[in-house]
């Protein structure tokens, strides 16, 4: 692929899959983690000089014109960018203030908004055909809806809406926009889940496929999505869900 990526919430699950993946397929990827534990533990792993770790939160946009002032410097502009940072909020609907559903706001779609902004403004077309891809990182939830996760639901739905609508307006700029919606993925929840036998079993049937997706399967396609090979992609939502969507 030959790319320069910003992938965030590089610490745990898929982002830090996509970051290993991105690597070994000559990428070169800047990191940021937020956890110092992650941090330290992912900086011992990844132990290659196509990667560039950093600690802090994509909220601190004095940290995103670093990562974009290093990049220049080491002339490897950033031309993809991954959106995966973010939480989980699960609360009854009456029981949701106005801290809570800002705090869910500000770090599954605000901080995004804005670090697409930074980006935006500093990609530079060096040749006709140059472009830069961004994959936003949504899920089934904001798809489908679940009880007890309407805060989240809400983020995913708004960052769903929000790529479609750059994907518009910036396709003229050679800015691609995409957005993948996990499903049921094995990651480091995955085993604790798995105890819950009843929920875990309700999982498995709602899943056409009848099993849970891996992290490779999020992995392979954000790097298809950033990759020439997707150079007429744009604007679109991808559920990767065992046809959970659908079903």
Known sequence: MNKN????????????KILFDCVNNNNFVYGIIRSKSDFSHVKKKINNKNCKLYLGDIANLKLVDKIISDSKKMKKDINGLINNAGERQRENFLKIDK????????????????????????????KRNDFLSIVNIGSIVGLKGFKQLSGYASTKSALEGLTKSLAVEFAHDKVRFNIIHP?????????????????????????????????????????????????????????????????
């Open 99 to 126: 801290k809570k559903i800002e705090r869910i706001f500000k770090n599954n779609f605000f901080n995004h908004f804005f670090l697409i902004q930074k980006i935006i403004s500093n990609f530079k077309r060096k």
């Open 5 to 16: 990526i910003l992938i965030t919430g590089v610490g745990k699950g898929i982002g830090k």
């Open 183 to 247: 499903g049921f993925i094995k990651t480091s929840y995955f085993e604790k889940f798995k105890k819950n036998k009843k929920l875990y079993n309700w999982t498995i049937n709602k899943t056409p496929l009848g099993h849970w997706g891996e992290d490779i399967d999020i992995s392979e396609l954000a790097m298809f999505l950033l990759s020439d090979k997707a150079r007429y992609i744009t604007g679109q939502s991808i559920a990767v869900d065992g046809g959970w969507t659908i079903s």
